[in-house]
């Protein structure tokens, strides 16, 4: 520029006569570009063109990598670092913007629908915006990007500080390079606020970085959300600092040399460069880094409340009345409202349950180990019994210690106001607020949890905690009251939220991990941003706080055990075995304790709030573990269908923990995600469970169960990983498996998932122990194992078709399962025998499974059997030989029979004609017998001529059986003729 000066001189030499030499106030100096070797030359610039003449000439510059330290400027007269004068500040080498009027130079902002789905949604407005002391982020499901481009001539970093509390918004920050390379995907996500504002800082490369500030908030709903906060953003590294700038209004530096402005305390104010705070008139009031002061408003009641004071030496209490601090009103104006009168003093309620009065200073104490009380006096708990400790609040007499309350106000320092829940006797309620949009929060913290000696000895796995509470809202605006729960005091997730006016009423949550120690109740009285004070009389009130199995906690009672006669070592507690019950009963000697067996294929499960066990049945096909403290299902069940047949099936193949979605799912303004369910099915004790996780806050979150739910925001989203965020548990405990479409009040519609088979499907049950407003008897889900021989894959699993997100209601869950592994196994039943003609001697027996094919697994199919036979020839051939032959036998048997009943109708003619006509009289027979074929005689007279085969018959009878000729003998009147004869002859 010097020389250039020079030159337009000698061509208007006339001109550069006339002007005048330049004074330092007509000049700035600036650097040249840095060379390859880093140097610079320093040269002054007129800050008007053709106005003077004469500049200083160029000197060599210090070396591009110099530069200044926090507080302190480049004077580039000298080329010395200087300090800054009181009311300003510097970086040195860096730059800070913490005023955020408008959008300062360099920034850059825009809105852009990131889905990559065809849907037509206007991102343009969402962008981010200034805000005077911070830029917020848009509210809608766009997302939103803020970038800031930065030459750095030396390594640096950027810092900036964040307020972040809405889990349902993704916000990332990212730096690019010269090559468009983005920074580790692994620490670009902004974790959730751990205070108030958040400090975030990334170390930065020499050359070029471009700055990313970008987030999408995620309402299902369609409802607006709460945005992202930014402020105080500083950059070390770039070139020199020439100046310092002045402290902006409602801060201040009281010394040279400052990096940073101060903030200006309540009631002061300060203007543009200030090194020191003013104190505001007594009729006015300003908030913390106040530019001015405000006039104070009159008074009214809703800048007071009441509250109970401590108890006195005496044990007495009253009613008194506040304000609230700071106080901004003014009690003296006219028309303002007096702080009311104390209350006349009354006697203190007791302690809380597990706490005792104590004499010396008035105050509630905890009672020792072993010792309970119910607020009143400590006793020692009876041997055989444990104290069930734990914590109750339902005396407010004063704010426990564990307990904080607070005003969560993004634009303010959490200083502002403190006063947020305040104790009343029998409640604790939410006092009137500065503004109607204030978070009030009361905060509760726990060191821990364990479970009784007794059970945790037996190895047994219940609840580790249960937390209740009763409260109640009244409201005219649409107020919110969130019940949340987190790892400490500001990493907190919402369990629930209820809206506008809700009665008395209780809520439990289940505590699964030793690690949610913190709870936090929030009361909002509108999200309407307004300055106005309208709702000041909405209020939430909670009457009672109650959480079991807490570490250093106190006990309101003792529970019983069994007593053995070895004791053990740290406790007096001695539980029964497994499978036994206590049970207390009364005699001659007083009241005993005995252990009793619990009925087959039964647990012992505690119940609430007692803690006191009980036996509890198993569900069908469900068997109790060694421990009996947990029903299971070995994956293998017996199904007895309508026609009687007993179906064996194992599902030991599906035991696997499965993970599916759903379909694609789009909120009002356009935006992708996904339901992702984890699914375990059945298995053994210690087998690995479902668990569904949160990726976006700090610490994560992980919840176990058999079947739980996340909510996955695609890949698109968020440029790198899938994020999963609000998963909670559907079913943790297996309660049955069966064909029933109806166990335990949860109902499984066989229209959800239509089926023509007659083979039923086997439904499992499960149910969840937490409970929320909307189901107050707890998430269930049924999953229908249908048989499909034909599907090859393990997981295929669906939703219906009607209620798209598994549920219909919000409550119960459906799930079908279709897969070849859900078929009963496979018995003789299931195939049919195929026997074959005879061929060549060979006949062959084939097995085939029956049509619809409805088994696998179990019996395999037999293979082919083949045996000899014989053909039909030849059998026909040996049946007519054989019929044959008996034809001619029946012929011979006919006509041997005929002739015998021919013989002996002669004989009997014989006789008769013997017996001389007599009836009735027969002849006396003079033989011993006559036997057949022996009286030749009538064998003469029967036949003219005897045949071959009597021939062989008579001879046959000639010799009887002992060798002997047989003698016919004849009868008495052949032997007296005789006998006549001779007398004659004689």
């Known amino acids: 520029m010097h020389l250039r000066q020079l030159l337009l001189c000698l061509l208007f030499a006339n001109a550069c006569a006339d002007l005048p030499i330049c004074k330092e106030s007509d000049y700035h100096f600036e650097y040249t570009e840095c060379d390859v070797l880093g140097s610079r030359w320093r040269v002054a610039i007129p800050n008007k063109a053709q106005t003077c003449t004469d500049l200083p000439d160029p000197v060599k510059g210090t070396q591009c990598t110099f530069s200044c330290n926090e507080g302190e400027f480049l004077d580039m007269q000298t080329q010395l670092c200087q300090k800054c004068t009181a009311g300003t500040h510097s970086l040195g080498s860096g730059v800070a913007f913490d005023e955020w009027d408008q959008l300062p130079t360099g920034f850059a902002t825009f809105g852009i629908n990131t889905n990559g789905w065809d849907v037509h949604t206007d991102c343009s407005n969402s962008t981010w915006a200034p805000m005077g002391d911070y830029i917020s982020s848009n509210t809608d499901q766009c997302t939103a990007t803020l970038s800031y481009s930065v030459e750095l001539k030396k390594p640096g970093s950027v810092s900036f500080e964040y307020f972040y509390s809405d889990s349902s918004i993704y916000f990332e920050f990212f730096v690019q390079n010269d090559q468009c390379q983005s920074t580790d995907s692994t620490s670009r996500w902004m974790k959730i606020s751990e205070n108030d504002w958040s400090q975030h800082e990334v170390q930065l490369n020499k050359g070029n970085n471009v700055l990313f500030w970008r987030t999408t908030a995620y309402s299902l709903q369609g409802q607006a959300g709460n945005a992202v906060l930014l402020r105080n953003i500083a950059i070390s590294g770039v070139a020199y600092t020439s100046e310092c700038f002045h402290c902006k209004p409602g801060t201040y530096s009281a010394k040279p040399g400052a990096a940073r402005c101060a903030p200006c305390p309540a009631d002061t104010y300060s203007n543009k460069g200030a090194t020191v705070c003013q104190q505001c008139e007594p009729d006015k009031y300003a908030e913390v880094s106040s530019g001015s002061c405000k006039v104070r408003p009159l008074c009214t009641n809703s800048d007071y409340f009441f509250t109970h004071t401590p108890c006195d030496a005496n044990g007495k209490t009253q009613l008194m009345y506040k304000w609230i601090e700071p106080k901004i009103c003014s009690e003296t104006a006219k028309g303002s409202v007096k702080l009311p009168a104390s209350g006349e003093k009354q006697t203190c309620p007791p302690c809380n349950p597990g706490f005792y009065m104590s004499n010396t200073s008035s105050t509630c104490q905890p009672c020792s180990d072993n010792f309970y009380s119910n607020g009143t006096v400590c006793q020692k708990c009876p041997v055989g019994t444990e104290a069930v400790v734990g914590l109750e609040y339902k005396w407010w007499n004063t704010m426990p210690s564990n307990m904080k309350t607070s005003v969560l106000r993004a634009d303010l320092d959490d200083s502002v106001r403190h006063t947020a829940w305040e104790v009343a006797g029998e409640y604790v309620y939410t006092t009137p607020g500065d503004r109607d949009t204030d978070y009030l929060a009361l905060r509760l913290t726990v ?167 009980a036996c509890v049945t198993c569900g069908p096909n469900m068997n109790n573990n060694q421990a009996y403290t947990e029903c299971l299902s070995d994956c293998k069940a017996k199904v007895q269908t309508t026609r009687g047949t007993l179906l064996h099936y194992d599902f030991s193949l599906l035991s696997n923990v499965s993970t599916f979605q759903s379909g694609a799912r789009f909120t009002s303004k356009g935006l992708r995600y996904f339901h992702q369910f984890s699914l375990a099915l059945c298995g053994k004790e210690g087998q690995a469970t479902a668990t569904c996780l949160d990726n976006v806050t700090e610490h994560g979150q992980m919840v176990r169960g058999h079947v739980c739910q996340s909510l996955v925001v695609p890949s698109d989203i968020r440029s790198q990983n899938m994020v999963a965020s609000q998963p909670f548990v559907i079913g943790n405990v297996l309660i049955g498996v069966n064909t029933d479409t109806v166990l335990a009040n949860i109902s499984s519609p066989p229209w959800l998932f239509p089926y023509t088979s007659d083979l039923p499907d086997v439904i499992f049950y499960y149910k969840s122990t937490e409970t929320t407003q909307a189901c107050k008897r707890g998430r269930s889900a049924t999953v229908r194992l249908r048989c499909d021989p034909e599907m090859s894959a393990i997981d295929r699993i669906s939703l219906p078709s009607n209620c798209s997100e598994g549920t219909c209601d919000g409550c119960t869950f459906h799930f079908l399962w279709q897969s070849q592994h859900a078929c009963p196994l496979c018995t003789h039943h299931n195939y049919r025998v195929i026997v074959s003609a005879c061929e060549q001697g060979i006949q062959r027996t084939t097995y085939v499974w029956r049509q619809p094919r409805q088994c696998y697994g179990g019996e395999a199919l037999p293979g082919q059997k083949v045996n000899a036979c014989v053909t039909l020839d030849f059998w026909l051939k040996v049946g007519v030989s054989t019929g044959t032959f008996a034809a001619v036998l029946l012929v011979t048997l006919i006509c041997y029979f005929w002739k015998k009943t021919r013989k002996l109708e002669y004989k009997y003619s014989k006789l008769m004609m013997s017996s001389g006509g007599k009836e009735c009289e027969l002849p006396t027979a003079d033989s011993c017998a006559i036997m057949e074929g022996e009286d030749t005689e009538d064998d003469l007279l029967h036949l003219t001529h005897k045949n071959f085969f009597n021939k062989m018959k008579a001879y046959s009878h000639e010799r009887t059986s002992d060798g002997f000729d047989s003698v016919p003998l004849k009868s008495s009147s052949s032997h007296l003729a005789r006998e006549q004869d001779d007398s004659d002859d004689a």
Request: proline share 5%; glycine share 6%; with cysteine.
């Open 447 to 613: 060191p821990g949890y364990r479970l009784l000696k007794s059970l945790a000895k037996e190895g047994q796995q219940g609840e580790l905690s249960r937390i209740s509470f009763v409260f109640e809202t009244s409201c005219l605006a649409d107020c919110t009251f969130i019940f949340m729960a987190g790892f400490h005091r500001w990493n907190h997730k919402v369990v629930e939220l209820w809206k506008g006016t809700n009665r008395k009423q209780s809520y439990s949550y289940l505590i699964h991990s030793n690690a949610t120690v913190s709870f936090s109740w929030t009361f909002q009285r509108t999200d309407n941003s307004t300055t106005e004070r309208k709702y000041s009389t909405d209020v939430a009130k909670i009457f009672s706080i109650r959480i079991s199995n807490v570490l250093e906690g106190v006990a309101s009672h003792c529970r019983q055990c069994a007593i053995t006669s070895r004791p053990d070592d740290d406790s007096t507690c001695v539980p029964c075995p497994p499978g036994h019950l206590l049970v207390t009963k009364k005699g001659g000697e007083g009241t005993k304790a005995t252990c009793e067996p619990c009925p087959a294929n039964s647990i012992v499960a505690a119940e609430w709030p007692t803690g006191d066990p």
